[in-house]
Each structure stands twice: as structure tokens, then as C-alpha cells.
């Protein structure tokens, strides 16, 4: 049975709970990891880069000198890619990175990347968290006595955000927070440990344990 530890906001311990095996404890697929973190990152992109090709680049409509008797080498065009200023052979264009993955490997990929984290001790519960204002030192002193920031990267999972936590951990690097039912396979391989909140946890487990 895979545990995690629980965690007040203080940071002091408030014992164990047991992680749902459908989620936690699972075969893990390294392989539906690997395809699931790369289709993210492909994405990501924004396919937006483009270059000019010698058609393209203004000027040139002119043969720079005469084909024979110069001495030079031959040139029809001062836009040509040999010479400076000139288009680009074979350049990038947009395009769409986007990789298709299916439903059921991003679950798998999930589930197997929990699994591995959880078998690491990297997971850890939060019993339950509030911020009355925006705070960042709070936010980073609650992390730190878990000892989970700052050397390691930390994702924070809540069941429901509100503007006070998101603003007290925006400005700590190396810190996410994210939605129990939005978590990535790409956000766990990220983060070196992951705290979820005793609600974001059963949300969790209403949303993947299928």
C-alpha cells in the first residue's frame, strides 16, 4: 500500500494516509511517459518562425554583372543564399507541432508517473492550506518546513484556487500550483515533490480512479 505523509500548514507532521491504489500503485509504463511528456512539449510550440527564400527577400531583380569576361564567378542575383543579405535555403516555415495522444495513455502516463513518485516518497499531503491575503513568504516558509522548496522544485495540487494562493506562490521560481483535475504527466516528471491538499487528493480520485 503506497503512503504519503500529512503535512499541517505549519509544517509539522499530522501522521499518514494511505494513497488510492488506482491511482498510486499502478504498473508503471515508461514508455507511455516518454510519449505523453514529448507530445506536450511539442504542443507548446507555437509553429510561428518563418524565413525568407530568395523569392521572397526584396531586391535582386537585377543581374549584379555580365556572365562572361569579368574574371568573377557567375551571378544572376544578389539575393541569391551564397551571398549576404540573400534568402534562406531550406528555412523554417510555419507549421503545427502538435502531436495527437490518446485519452487513455495520458491517464496511463498519469497514473504510471504518480506511481513512481509515490514509490520515490516524493509525494506529500497537505491536511488542509488558506491564505487570508497574498503572502509569498508564507507561501515559501509553508514548503520550506516540509522541505520541499527551495532546493527541489515543488508542484502544489489544490482542489479549487483562489486568487490569495495563487498570487502568494507566482513570484516563487520553481513553483507551480495547479488544479487536481488539470495535473500533466509533464507537471509531475517536472517537479521534484509534489503536494497535494487532503481535498485535491479526493478530487483526484474522483477524476482518475477510473
Request: cysteine-free.
Given at each position: ?126 491536511k488542509a492550506m488558506s491564505f487570508e491575503a497574498p ?14 522548496y527551495p532546493r527541489k522544485k515543488a508542484l502544489v ?54
Amino acid at each position: 500500500m503506497a503512503k504519503a505523509n500529512v503535512y499541517e500548514q505549519n509544517g509539522s507532521k499530522a501522521g499518514s494516509v494511505d494513497l488510492p491504489k488506482n491511482i498510486f500503485e499502478v504498473e508503471v509504463n515508461e514508455f507511455v511517459v516518454h510519449e505523453v511528456v514529448i507530445a506536450y512539449l511539442a504542443n507548446q510550440r507555437q509553429g510561428t518562425v518563418n524565413t525568407k527564400e530568395r523569392s521572397d527577400v526584396r531586391g535582386g531583380g537585377k543581374k549584379p554583372w555580365r556572365q562572361k569576361g569579368t574574371g568573377r564567378a557567375r551571378a544572376g542575383t544578389i539575393r541569391s543564399p551564397l551571398w549576404r543579405g540573400g534568402g534562406t535555403t531550406f528555412g523554417p516555415h510555419p507549421r503545427d507541432h502538435r502531436l495527437k495522444v490518446n485519452k487513455k495513455t495520458k491517464r496511463l502516463a498519469l497514473k504510471s508517473s504518480l506511481t513512481a513518485r509515490a514509490a520515490d516518497g516524493d509525494i506529500m499531503v497537505l491536511k488542509a492550506m488558506s491564505f487570508e491575503a497574498p503572502k509569498t513568504s508564507a507561501f515559501a516558509a509553508m514548503l520550506r518546513s516540509m522541505e520541499a522548496y527551495p532546493r527541489k522544485k515543488a508542484l502544489v495540487v489544490v482542489d479549487k484556487t483562489d486568487d490569495a494562493t495563487l498570487k502568494s506562490a507566482r513570484n516563487l521560481a520553481g513553483v507551480r500550483v495547479t488544479l487536481a483535475s488539470n495535473v500533466t504527466t509533464y507537471d509531475v516528471v517536472w517537479a521534484d515533490k509534489i503536494v497535494l491538499t487532503s481535498a485535491a487528493l479526493k478530487r483526484m480520485e474522483e477524476v482518475y480512479a477510473s
